[in-house]
């Protein structure tokens, strides 16, 4: 049976909190001083402390001065109220949470359920580690380069935490790996890890389907619904492309961290909500908020632990772990095994992977399928693209901007853009002339500017609505799903 130690100088409140966790099945002791706490800690090692950081002989911090005290036990701290300070304190003292005071039924029953001892983490985590020098994989992520060794370093700091994370890189680094690992490691593994695209849902739909909504609260609404934060209660939320949500709706999430409440669409009572939030942008956050896609208060509250994804072409040391790793999968889902012959792991080597791993994912897959025998030679894959010449400054027209081109039709490099445009003037030039360059590849059309697929795909769908498309080409895949 876990045994919780509670304390806080408040006696009323101490007393009610020991009833309440004994009522879940633990036992449960009280201090109300540091010397108490000191006294208790030395007669019997809790499994859980619930601390309050304003004591009448000190500050609850003066605990953590002693790790032997502390040393098998988790650490929530009792708070007033929830803040970025708080969050950021938290992971900085070694706790793996915090309740608010009044303390809530719900998120005591939460902390309760997550108690896990620090040593089970701590192996778990020395296994991976141990995996990682035998194999080249930390969970669900492949690599030994050091600035993936950084990573890791991150993501076991982090785990074992309730604070939020802000995962940033562009296109296809795995992002949503790294999420899904922070929640494998934590202590909220065995509840629900709900990923969410923001640049992929409608801005009508995407209040409904992060708060829910209740029946008859708009046309079309003919049952209650569900939200991602009810649906996953207890879990981990991954709001992938945070930089594509509405500002409004920023606004209103900001919220939700804010106080632990959110509020269905058409409903007029608040919910409380115990789930974890990781975020992730391709963008820089700081241009981000420059450029208007993302409020610069919620910049900096889901900002508490930052981690930053390298691109594939910094860490090409990985390249021909993760070639192989992809190439192992795809032969037994084929059921015939084929390997690479050091030119095809030579010619990976030398390429500068603007898709990053997701793109290196589709190569060796294509690759696969176009190898003939049980090898693979570097006929089928890619090369690195030769740099066009660089073109000379010309005065700017009074004309529609356009991407210049060579007589082979295919464009240059270089994007003639008058002054006095307008941004979105000038975004569509570029898309559509990065596009050209690509050889209407989307993928790397996307990478290459920074942005999601989904993104691309809603740009290209709006120029053909607005018939300023160069052709119908890139409506016509989007109808099909292409």
Same mark, same amino acid.
């Given at each position: ?56 002989? #000190? *500050? @609850?911090?003066?605990? &953590?001065?002693?790790? =032997?005290?502390?040393?098998?036990? !988790? +650490? %929530?701290?009792? $708070?007033? /109220? ?77 785990? #074992? *935490? @309730?604070?939020?994370? &802000?995962?940033?890189? =562009?296109?296809?680094?795995?992002? !949503? +790996? %790294?999420?899904? $690992?922070? /929640? ?87 919910? =409380? ?210």
């Amino acid at each position: 049976m876990s045994h919780v130690l509670i304390v806080d100088d408040d006696v009323d409140s101490a007393t009610m909190l020991s009833e309440l966790i004994v009522m879940q099945g633990l036992t449960a002791a009280c201090a109300h001083s540091l010397r108490d706490a000191r006294k208790q800690l030395a007669l019997q090692s809790p499994d859980l402390v619930l601390l309050d950081l304003r004591l009448p002989d #000190g *500050s @609850g911090m003066d605990l &953590f001065a002693d790790p =032997e005290l502390l040393a098998n036990a !988790e +650490v %929530v701290l009792i $708070t007033g /109220h929830a803040s970025l300070e708080t969050s950021i304190l938290a992971l900085r003292l070694g706790a793996v949470d915090y309740l608010v005071k009044p303390i809530n039924m719900k998120h005591l029953q939460g902390v309760l359920s997550r108690a896990t001892k620090p040593a089970v983490l701590k192996a778990e985590v020395a296994d991976l580690t141990a995996h990682l020098a035998a194999t080249g994989s930390f969970g669900q992520l492949w690599g030994r380069s050091p600035n993936m060794q950084r990573v890791y370093e991150q993501i076991t700091r982090v785990a #074992g *935490s @309730g604070v939020t994370v &802000f995962i940033t890189g =562009e296109s296809g680094t795995g992002k !949503e +790996v %790294v999420a899904q $690992t922070i /929640h494998d490691l934590s202590r909220r593994r065995k509840m629900p890890f709900l990923g969410v695209n923001c640049g992929a849902i409608s801005p009508n739909l995407i209040e409904s389907e992060i708060f829910g909504h209740e029946k008859g609260s708009f046309t079309g609404a003919d049952r209650q619904h569900q939200g991602f934060f009810e649906r996953a209660a207890g879990g981990t939320l991954f709001l992938d492309e945070i930089t594509e949500m509405p500002l409004d709706l920023q606004v209103k999430l900001l919220r939700v961290l804010e106080t632990g409440r959110f509020l269905r669409v058409g409903a007029t009572q608040s919910q =409380e909500t115990d789930v974890r939030i990781i975020a992730a942008t391709n963008r820089s956050p700081m241009r981000a908020v420059e450029e208007g896609h993302l409020r610069v208060d919620l910049m900096y509250r889901l900002n508490v632990f930052p981690i930053d994804m390298p691109p594939l072409r910094d860490r090409l040391s990985d390249v021909p772990l993760l070639a192989g790793h992809f190439l192992r999968l795809i032969s037994e889902q084929e059921g015939h095994e084929k390997r690479f012959l050091s030119e095809a792991v030579d010619r990976l080597m030398a390429y500068d992977w603007p898709g990053n791993v997701r793109e290196l994912r589709n190569v060796v897959q294509r690759a696969y399928v176009m190898a003939r025998g049980d090898t693979i030679d570097a006929q089928w894959l890619p090369t690195r693209p030769v740099a066009a010449p660089p073109v000379p400054a010309t005065p700017a027209r009074a004309s529609e901007p356009r991407a210049e081109r060579r007589p082979d039709g295919e464009a240059d490099g270089a994007v003639t853009l008058p002054l006095g445009i307008s941004l979105a003037q000038a975004e569509q030039t570029l898309i559509l002339a990065t596009l050209d360059h690509y050889g209407r590849q989307k993928e790397r059309t996307a990478a290459a500017l920074g942005i999601s697929l989904k993104t691309l795909y809603n740009r290209l769908k709006q120029y053909a609505a607005d018939g300023k498309a160069q052709d119908s080409a890139d409506a016509d895949d989007i109808t099909k799903g292409t």
